[in-house]
């Protein structure tokens, strides 16, 4: 019994020795939010003040900065600041942006069979990219945009 506690308290202790930074990424890339709130802070600490709250989750946002379990993010209107990154996905996500309707086709193409009409401000979940079109979906809704109409969906 006491082989198997000495066994198990070595495999936790090599396993809590594994640097975090190991788990982070390399800086730009592109998140979601994960969180149904998730609070946007001055600085990397719970002392800081809140500056926002977001209550969106699948908001796409762009990781500029990694601190120590904090993340700071720019958000599709420009906002930046700190986050705790546990409230983060690394799925990428985005949002449909500029004026009128985006039309969501059947395949990537202008000549693709359109399916629906998005309005600016729809978020879902980022496919694929190709030839300027994206793979998006949101809710029951799947199909492809025009790649220059979504946020989050460019290179860094």
């Given at each position: 019994?006491?082989?198997?506690?000495i066994a198990?308290?070595?495999?936790?202790?090599?396993?809590?020795?594994?640097?975090?930074?190991?788990?982070?990424?390399?800086?730009?890339?592109?998140?979601?939010?994960?969180a149904?709130e998730?609070?946007l802070?001055?600085?990397?600490?719970?002392d800081?003040?809140?500056?926002?709250?977001?209550?969106?989750?699948?908001?796409p946002?762009?990781v500029?900065?990694?601190?120590?379990?904090?993340r700071f993010?720019?958000?599709?209107?420009?906002?930046?600041g700190?986050?705790?990154?546990?409230?983060?996905?690394?799925?990428?996500?985005a949002?449909?942006?500029?004026?009128g309707?985006?039309?969501m086709r059947?395949?990537?193409?202008a000549?693709?069979?359109?399916?629906?009409?998005?309005?600016?401000?729809?978020?879902?979940?980022?496919?694929?990219?190709?030839?300027?079109?994206?793979?998006?979906?949101?809710?029951?809704y799947?199909?492809?945009?025009?790649q220059?109409?979504?946020?989050?969906?460019?290179?860094l």
């Amino acid at each position: 019994m006491i082989p198997l506690r000495i066994a198990f308290l070595s495999v936790l202790l090599i396993g809590m020795s594994i640097p975090a930074s190991g788990q982070d990424r390399e800086v730009p890339y592109w998140a979601s939010v994960r969180a149904s709130e998730l609070n946007l802070r001055v600085g990397p600490s719970e002392d800081y003040p809140v500056e926002w709250v977001y209550h969106r989750a699948g908001l796409p946002v762009k990781v500029l900065r990694v601190m120590q379990g904090w993340r700071f993010i720019e958000d599709p209107d420009g906002t930046r600041g700190w986050v705790v990154a546990r409230l983060l996905s690394p799925e990428r996500a985005a949002i449909v942006t500029g004026n009128g309707l985006a039309d969501m086709r059947a395949d990537a193409g202008a000549s693709a069979p359109l399916k629906w009409r998005v309005e600016p401000g729809v978020s879902g979940m980022l496919g694929s990219c190709k030839d300027g079109w994206c793979s998006f979906v949101t809710g029951r809704y799947r199909g492809w945009i025009r790649q220059d109409r979504l946020w989050g969906a460019g290179a860094l």
